[in-house]
């Protein structure tokens, strides 16, 4: 049995950032969860209706791991990432960093954990582990998944080794914070104006803001996108607000970064980003609620009004990413 002592178990809002925490306080590193989900450059959007997707999936934040890859690579940490097909080199890497008292980040597919709602495939989930026995393994999820959770080892073993969309090949990664690291508060700026960069010129029409206005016109069709509208529509507004994929909890973490930055900084700017990803987190739940009230009432006017939201949330992100994205050459207020 090992155990790995001085760990803050406490879940928050996001798995990522929830495993970030633990790694990281336990190096001595202490910052919100507005802060890392900012600093990692985390938001996004993603509307993927893919030939074997059963429903429209909506990502709200970068693909999975690329957020800490960015907060390590802005913050200047040691990033120790390992992956293998084999289960039991898998299990070695584990168990050598909490032997040695160190706690360890996952991937893994949150469908085969035993205590994880609800039952949907999702291969970037991650966790932080910092325990185990002969028959369980001891993890920080979220808070709403219970915050310090323990499963048993053949259910992490098959959750670790899932395959399909977002998935990794047993990816396991530990965090160590140099002595000589710069106030994180330096990157601020930086790590800003790259999210708004990348969110204003995305690469394809599905994501960034082009990806809203996508999600807009396309929303209204979703009740003739599945068979099961009434198990559907609710399950994608569940997630969308509950898990971030597409909904009003990243831009709650933005909301929250912009306002922790706010006292740190003097800019109009960032001032008007922070107004305007109020708004938009707010239309976010609204969208959500109108999305499983169609699918619970099969009223297709309800996805009318949910369409003409994202418009607005489409055009509220763009104006609110271009002002954040002029904070590198604003002149001190």
């Given at each position: 049995?090992t155990?790995?002592?001085?760990?803050?178990?406490?879940?928050?809002?996001?798995?990522?950032?929830t495993?970030?925490?633990v790694?990281?306080?336990?190096?001595?590193?202490d910052?919100?969860e507005p802060?890392?989900f900012?600093?990692?450059?985390?938001?996004?959007?993603?509307?993927?209706?893919?030939?074997?997707?059963?429903?429209?999936?909506?990502?709200?934040r970068?693909k999975?791991?690329?957020?800490?890859?960015n907060?390590?690579?802005?913050l200047?940490?040691?990033?120790?990432?390992?992956?293998?097909?084999?289960?039991?080199?898998?299990?070695?890497h584990?168990?050598?960093?909490?032997?040695?008292?160190?706690?360890?980040?996952?991937?893994?597919?949150?469908?085969h954990?035993?205590?994880?709602?609800?039952?949907?495939h999702?291969?970037?989930?991650?966790?932080?582990?910092?325990?185990?026995?002969?028959?369980?393994?001891?993890?920080?999820?979220?808070d709403?998944?219970?915050?310090?959770?323990?499963?048993?080892?053949?259910?992490?073993?098959r959750?670790?080794?899932?395959r399909?969309?977002m998935?990794?090949?047993?990816?396991?990664?530990?965090?160590?914070?140099p002595?000589?690291l710069?106030a994180?508060?330096?990157?601020?700026v930086?790590?800003?104006?790259?999210?708004?960069?990348?969110?204003?010129?995305?690469?394809?029409?599905?994501?960034?803001?082009?990806?809203?206005?996508?999600?807009?016109?396309?929303?209204r069709t979703w009740?003739q996108?599945?068979?099961?509208?009434q198990?559907?529509?609710?399950?994608?507004?569940?997630?969308?607000?509950?898990?971030?994929?597409?909904?009003?909890?990243?831009?709650?973490?933005?909301r929250?970064?912009l306002?922790?930055?706010?006292?740190?900084?003097?800019?109009?700017?960032?001032?008007?980003?922070?107004?305007?990803?109020?708004?938009?987190?707010?239309?976010?739940t609204?969208?959500?609620a109108?999305i499983?009230?169609?699918?619970?009432?099969?009223?297709a006017?309800?996805l009318?009004?949910?369409?003409?939201?994202?418009?607005d949330?489409?055009?509220?992100?763009?104006?609110?990413?271009r002002?954040l994205?002029r904070?590198?050459?604003?002149?001190?207020?």
């Open positions: 049995m155990t790995v002592t001085g760990i803050d178990a406490r879940g928050m809002r996001h798995c990522e950032t495993a970030l925490g790694l990281l306080k336990h190096e001595g590193l910052l919100s802060m890392l900012g600093l990692g450059s985390a938001l996004s959007f993603l509307y993927w209706d893919g030939r074997n997707t059963d429903f429209p999936f909506l990502g709200g970068v999975p791991f690329d957020l800490t890859r907060l390590a690579g802005r200047g940490l040691d990033l120790l990432v390992q992956e293998t097909t084999s289960p039991r080199k898998a299990w070695a584990v168990t050598a960093a909490l032997d040695a008292g160190r706690p360890v980040g996952l991937q893994l597919d949150s469908y954990l035993d205590y994880f709602g609800p039952k949907v999702f291969g970037g989930h991650v966790v932080a582990m910092y325990g185990y026995d002969d028959h369980r393994a001891h993890l920080v999820d979220t709403q998944q219970g915050g310090a959770v323990s499963v048993g080892l053949a259910a992490l073993a959750a670790r080794a899932a399909g969309p998935t990794a090949r047993h990816r396991s990664f530990t965090l160590t914070v002595r000589d710069p994180p508060h330096g990157q601020i930086p790590a800003i104006t790259a999210c708004a960069d990348a969110f204003l010129h995305p690469p394809i029409a599905n994501v960034g803001h082009r990806g809203i206005e996508k999600a807009g016109r396309l929303v009740l996108r599945t068979d099961d509208p198990r559907d529509l609710p399950q994608a507004a569940l997630l969308m607000e509950k898990a971030g994929t597409g909904g009003a909890l990243f831009r709650n973490l933005y929250d970064f306002a922790e930055c706010t006292g740190l900084l003097d800019s109009r700017h960032l001032r008007t980003g922070h107004t305007l990803y109020t708004e938009a987190a707010g239309l976010w609204h969208t959500a109108l499983a009230k169609a699918g619970e009432t099969g009223d006017r309800c009318d009004q949910a369409g003409w939201a994202l418009g949330i489409a055009r509220i992100e763009r104006e609110a990413m002002a994205n904070l590198s050459s604003e002149a001190p207020v």
